[in-house]
């Protein structure tokens, strides 16, 4: 069902905003970029984890509109191939590529389906990679980035970004972001460009080198870098977060940073580009049931999307989507000490212990001694201020001091939590500038509205760059895999005297020992490799 614009002007607009939304301004401005509607950019941002009830909460805690408030447009259905409740890996892969999949899996099609709706028929294939929107920008002419708050390995970054058949295969995703050559790359995950950390025992590091990026890992050298391409690499995992960063990690840029150097670069671009944000550490916070970690990071996530759509507003050529990928804790507003006060408690009484708290629970506990000693004081830290003589008892004594001060917070907030996990409800979509998607959607929508945008057909693409080396060699000459070095698995294509090898998770082949650049990357998955229709016509043409 889609909404009326009038119905989601009413609706949203009461639910969403403290004030008015000035969705009248807005639409004024989107009707002045339709005169022209060509959408030349599309920018992404996914704030991870993140329940409405978050977004009303951080809403609250600022005193005043977000500028996402401007954008909503409707709703977003978030199950996966098989659940419910989705992981970010299926969640990442269906705004991504268009396609619903199961937990874990990035960039590749389910091998089943359980779901009410989903068709059958995508685990006719499973495993098998499908083309992402980045990688069909990056086609089409358009430069491209990639940001997170995460290790730019970690799920949702890379269902926009690489294909994997569990989340957790950072070696090869890390190693397709940079062979993908993607324009600005900004985030964490150090660690997984290390060839020390690596079982493959490439570096990737000195890969990035040879490729011409600005290898930068502070904010001072971010803002000051001139090239067209730049590697950001800001933490050996995640960023800290937001309210955190001034007092542990200082010289990280904020995301609204990144944000705003990623589009000041990209522009530059004559044919567009398409630009992927996310704000992960919504997502870890509400694991931990840390309001305040989810308050910092979703506010943090609002001052990127104002970046990029102060940005459209401007240029009146880019589509601008910010959504969340699923929800996570089961987060209210009111618990059982407002089962009969409710009608007449405050917003004070929610939002007044929240801002007693001067760092979020990972922040807080980075403070503590060896000893913990000073668990009060870390407790103060997070909002536990003048504790009752139960509060003091209940921290000294703790055998799980995490667990306790966010219990002891959400009391004080009078909050609720019902899980550590992850939920299933639909969340809101904000969207603006031309061929914006509105209505209540399906997150595969987005890839496709995505897609749509930028000219092409993400059905088509993956038809083209992800073929079976059997099913595109098999006829033509022998196929073999080399996995004399496990870590290092290669495709080997021989016919008569010419011997062409493809270096898994590379855009190379390597034809009687002469290198070429391929369109996009090989991929090992589910036991097979899929290279893409141009390398198939570049090996059997080649000399």
Known sequence: MRLSKKLIGVTLAST???????????????????????????IVLVKDGV????????????????AMDQMASGGVRTYSAESAVTDSAPAGTAMATGNKTNDKFVGVLPEKIASPGVDEDLADDPYRPVTNVLEGAKLNGKATGLISTSEIQHATPAAFSSHAEHRQQYDNIAEQQVYQNIDVVLGGGKDSLENGNREDGENLLDVIGDKGYDFVENREDLLDSKSKKIWGSFAPAAL??????????????????????????????????????????????????????????????????????????????TMVIAVSDHGNSGISIGNENTDSSYPSTPVSAYVDPLK?????????????????S??????????????????????????????TLVDLLAQRANLGFTTGGHT?????????????????????????????????????????????????????????????????????????????????????????????????????????????KDAVKLVKKAK
Request: aromatic share 8%.
């Open 240 to 317: 800290a977060y937001d309210m955190d960063r001034e007092v542990t990690q200082p010289e990280e840029p904020t995301l609204a940073d990144m944000t705003k150097k990623s589009i000041q670069t990209l522009s530059k671009d004559k044919d567009g580009f398409f630009l992927f944000v996310e704000g992960s550490k919504p997502d870890w916070a509400a694991h931990a049931n840390d309001p305040v970690g989810m308050i910092s990071d979703t506010l943090s996530f609002d001052d990127a999307v104002k970046e990029a759509l102060d940005f459209a507003k401007k240029d009146k050529h």
């Open 356 to 372: 007693e708290a001067k760092m979020t629970l990972e922040g807080a506990m980075s403070q503590l001694n060896q000893d913990g």
């Open 374 to 403: 000073n668990r009060l004081e870390v407790a103060e830290l997070y909002g536990i201020t003048n504790p009752t003589n139960e509060e003091k008892a209940a921290i000294t004594d703790s055998e799980n001091l995490e667990g």
């Open 16 to 42: 969403l905003a403290v004030g008015s939304l000035g969705l009248t301004s807005l639409d004024r401005e989107e009707a002045e970029a339709k005169k022209d509607p060509k959408v030349k950019n599309v």
């Open 51 to 66: 329940s409405s009830t978050t977004t009303t909460l951080s809403r609250w805690y600022k005193g005043e509109d977000l």
């Open 424 to 532: 299933g409800e639909d969340l809101f979509l904000y969207s603006y500038g031309p061929g914006k998607p509105s209505g209540m959607i399906e997150n595969t929508d987005i890839a496709h509205s995505v897609a749509d945008a930028m000219g092409f057909k993400l059905d088509k693409l993956s038809k083209n760059m992800f073929i079976e080396a059997e099913e595109a060699f098999g006829k033509w000459g022998e196929v073999s895999i080399d996995s004399s070095d496990a870590a290092n698995p290669v495709l080997v294509v021989d016919k008569g005297r010419k011997k062409a090898e493809f270096p898994v998770n590379k855009n190379i082949v390597i034809v009687n020992d002469r290198e070429y650049e391929l369109d996009s990357v090989t991929v090992q998955s589910g036991g097979k490799f899929y290279v893409s």
